[in-house]
């Protein structure tokens, strides 16, 4: 199995823009004032989605929880009956 670099960015930057929009929205309701939701939700954007990527990249290097010969009993095997 093989996976591209390009999907841990497209799966962060997905995760982020659903992210931020509620941040922006609860920062706004917070404050009152959509410009500083705005930019606070700018800011929770570009750092979060540097740190999700190095998290995920990560990850994905780490061998917990991945085995080599599938027995079909994992919880990522469930197949339905």
């Known amino acids: 199995m093989s996976v591209e670099r390009k999907r841990h960015v497209l799966k962060s930057i997905t995760w982020r823009v659903v992210a931020s929009v509620t941040t922006f929205?609860?920062?706004?309701?917070?404050?009152?004032?959509?410009?500083?939701?705005l930019s606070?939700?700018?800011?929770?954007?570009?750092?979060?989605?540097?740190?999700?990527?190095?998290?995920?990249?990560?990850?994905?290097?780490?061998?917990?929880?991945?085995?080599?010969?599938?027995s079909g009993r994992g919880e990522d095997n469930i197949r339905p009956s």
């Open 25 to 37: 929205l609860i920062s706004w309701s917070a404050t009152g004032n959509s410009s500083i939701g």
């Open 40 to 70: 606070i939700g700018f800011l929770d954007f570009v750092i979060k989605l540097v740190l999700y990527y190095g998290h995920e990249r990560i990850w994905y290097r780490s061998k917990y929880g991945i085995n080599e010969q599938d």
